[in-house]
């Protein structure tokens, strides 16, 4: 079966440093991948999408960056936090070509900014 | 591109009772309407969706309808229990366009025993 992995679960960073957050898909191949944020008690906002290694699509200009190494692993970065970049973010992938399967939510990382 | 629209933003209902949530979509092609719960600081989780050639769909308590030519959806929850209190996106795909799902803002359902 299909599992998505996200670490780490919580972080607490200075304004100004740097951030990597990884998400990894098991069990699938090919899968499209999309990073979110949820900011407190707000919807989901769509950051990035890949739909193959090295393919990133960018949703909000920002100062967060992703990355897709290898087919199963994408990577959410920044090189310098700021105290808006706090919030919940969520790792999902989806079927390629199949999106009306709908997606995989990743447990999420809670990230504050201080 | 495709938006859509999701309210009430909140709802607070009586044990028992029933609950609805609304949602609109502007993209003709889209072909298909998931629902996610999602539990305080959990992730989301698809709990039901529905595909442009059905009408309705029903899993125990909870049905969604679609209404193609209105262009809107909706999430009907019945014998409300206090673990239904959460947060509910709607949410639609357009085949052919990028691959990725459009959300809603969001509803949450607030469950009083």
């Known amino acids: 079966s299909q599992t998505i992995h996200q670490w780490p679960a919580t972080l607490v960073q200075p304004v100004g440093s740097p951030l990597s957050l990884e998400c990894t898909v098991e069990g699938t191949s090919n899968p499209n991948l999309y990073w979110y944020r949820q900011a407190a008690g707000r919807g989901l906002q769509l950051l990035f999408y890949s739909v193959g290694i090295g393919q990133i699509s960018s949703e909000v200009p920002q100062n967060l960056s992703a990355s897709r190494p290898q087919d199963r692993q994408f990577i959410l970065s920044s090189k310098k936090l700021l105290l808006s970049d706090s919030g919940f973010y969520l790792c999902?992938?989806?079927?390629?070509?199949?999106?009306?399967?709908?997606?995989?939510f990743g447990s999420g990382t809670r990230l504050t900014v201080v | 591109g495709e938006n859509v629209e999701q309210h009430p933003s909140t709802l607070s209902v009586q044990e028992g009772d029933s609950a609805v949530i609304k949602c609109t979509y502007s993209d003709s092609a889209s072909n298909y309407f998931p629902w996610y719960k999602q539990e305080l600081g959990k992730r989301p989780q698809l709990i039901i969706d529905?595909?442009?050639?059905?009408g309705e769909k029903k899993d125990q308590r909870i049905a969604v309808t679609l209404n193609k030519t209105a262009k809107h959806f909706s999430l009907h929850i019945t014998e409300t229990q206090p673990e239904d209190s959460a947060v509910y996106f709607c949410?639609?795909?357009?085949?052919?366009?990028?691959?990725?799902?459009?959300f809603g803002k969001g509803m949450k359902l607030t469950v009083n025993p």
């Open positions: 949410a639609s795909y357009s085949q052919g366009g990028s691959e990725k799902l459009v």
């Open positions: 529905i595909r442009s050639n059905v």
């Open positions: 999902a992938w989806s079927v390629r070509g199949r999106g009306n399967y709908g997606y995989t």
